[in-house]
């Protein structure tokens, strides 16, 4: 597993625990919780991640609420709520990586924390923000 995938793990580990317990991020992103090696790698990446969710979610919710085609966003699970908080700040502040990369990671985490339904949920939701987003606003 690549040190970028533990990281999105981690970061969604992380995010659902504030998202849904309510924990304090700085705590979370301790990372005790976690009873695996953590390289310094991966451990910075998903604070990055973690922190750019965190200042960043008014504005991600407001996103995933626009292209989630008429669901609220309470009812879409804390789980995907979170993988789409992620993926879309990836999408947003790192253009060095390729969407179809930020995509296909964040389809392989909902297929591995949650269902292959979720999954295209998750591809079709980030596939319609990517293109209308950033390819539509990009400078020509």
């Not at 179809?100 to 392989?108: K, M, S």
């Amino acid at each position: 597993m690549s040190s970028r995938h533990r990281g999105r793990s981690l970061a969604l580990m992380c995010l659902y625990q504030i998202d849904l317990v309510g924990t304090d991020p700085d705590r979370a992103m301790k990372f005790d919780w976690y009873d695996k090696k953590i390289t310094r790698e991966e451990k910075d990446y998903a604070v990055f991640l973690v922190k750019g969710v965190v200042e960043n979610r008014k504005n991600i919710d407001t996103l995933i609420k626009k292209y989630s085609e008429n669901w609220e966003l309470s009812r879409i699970s804390v789980v995907n709520r979170c993988i789409l908080r992620l993926s879309i700040l990836s999408l947003q502040k790192e253009p060095f990586l390729a969407a179809p990369v930020v995509i296909n990671e964040a389809v392989e985490l909902t297929k591995e924390f949650e269902t292959e339904e979720s999954a295209q949920f998750i591809n079709g939701l980030l596939d319609a923000f990517y293109k209308k987003e950033i390819v539509a606003n990009k400078p020509q």
